[in-house]
């Protein structure tokens, strides 16, 4: 079921970016990092299936949600069109969410260009609890380095690449040569996930990724979104990104 929710404001971020605001009720104290939201924002059935999205923020006070997003197609060309007043309708949140163990101190975000876009609300979960958070972002872009500022004003360790040449996660090797880590959590490439892969066989921390998939239902029903992933046994198999996921153990994930 979905709720019809009121835009407070959808704003550019940079060219081709938008981040939208939505007055979402009790949806915001539900809502965990790593979880995304299916929304739909236009009548009638072109596009036919609602898009998904990662909760980028939420304020339970407030009862508000942020969706930071790309405009890559038709749903996100009909998204960037909705002034403040106009209404979305919002099913979620939806799928996995980052697991935080009990008693970390150390955790490390990783992530590329939209592709961070669920980190920021992890950032903000962690920080309030106490835990120290070291962010790695790489971009093509300076200003596609989404949600810096914010990270800066949690208190978060911030460090990023622009460069093709110069890969985030040599900041983080380098970090992880001076302290221990309880966790490291990627999304937005496959690459930083390999990556991060080789570090946690040599440094021993535990890893969740965050996958994206074309979706259709979002809720588990239309099997249209598996990956494969191994068992504890190591026999592979498939889950669904929407209902199992969106959020996996990095050790899990075949890739
Ligand atoms: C769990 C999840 C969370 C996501 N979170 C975000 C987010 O926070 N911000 C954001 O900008 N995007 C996010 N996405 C991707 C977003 O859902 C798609 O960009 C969006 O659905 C495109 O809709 P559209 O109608 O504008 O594009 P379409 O017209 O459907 O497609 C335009 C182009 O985008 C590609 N595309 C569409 N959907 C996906 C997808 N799921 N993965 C890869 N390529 C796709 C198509 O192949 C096509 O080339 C997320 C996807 C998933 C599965
Ligand atoms: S999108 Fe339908 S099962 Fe995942």
Redesign the pocket.
Known sequence: MYRTCEVMENRPVCEG?MRVKLAVGDMAKGALPGQ?VMVKCWEGNA?FFM????V?NADASAGTMD???????????L?QKLAPGSEMRVMGPL?SSFKIEAGAARIALIGRG?GA??MRYLAQKAAQGGIAVHVYLSASKEEYLFDKAAYERLGCKVNTTVDPARLVTAYFEADLARHRFDAAYVCGSNRLMRDIKRLMDTYRFAGYA??????ACGIGACKG?VCTVRDENGDEHYEK??KEG?VFAIERLVK
């Open positions: 970016f995304f596009p898009r998904p999205f990662s980028n969706l930071l997003y790309k405009i890559v197609g038709c749903g996100t060309g998204m799928g939209v876009a669920p965050s996958l994206e998939e074309h979706m979104c990104v929407c969106p």
